[in-house]
């Protein structure tokens, strides 16, 4: 059973930063892809940043030159780094991993850490 544990949520005030962290446990399998996913409420989840095993990244256009992702997927990690955050930027943000085998992909997800931006 894989678990992905975030940290790092929490009250900040427009323009502040916070770092977030994201570690897999249990049992491991070979995770291709590990990004930030999140979801405000009354709103679908959509994609923040995901980074791939040979570290190729992607962002949302909304935090793009904001937010950055880094880690290892290698070694199971990635983080958030979240600069200038917005009100809109509230949200809980969920870790997530994408493992393929073969023809079989499989996603795992972390419980989610709540992300506050207000004065």
């Known amino acids: 059973q894989v678990q992905l544990v975030e940290s790092g949520g929490g009250l900040v005030q427009p323009g502040g930063s916070l770092r977030l962290s994201c570690a897999a446990s249990g049992i491991i399998t070979r995770f291709n892809v590990m990004g930030w996913y999140r979801q405000a409420p009354g709103q679908q989840r959509e994609l923040v940043a995901t980074?791939?095993?040979?570290?190729?990244?992607n962002y949302a256009d909304s935090v793009k030159g904001r937010f950055t992702i880094s880690g290892d997927v290698a070694k199971n990690t990635v983080y958030l780094q979240m600069n200038s955050l917005k009100p809109e930027d509230t949200a809980v943000y969920y870790c997530n991993a994408y493992s393929l085998m073969g023809d079989y992909g499989s996603d795992f997800w972390g419980e989610g850490t709540l992300v506050t931006v207000s004065s």
């Open positions: 980074m791939t095993r040979g570290g190729s990244t």
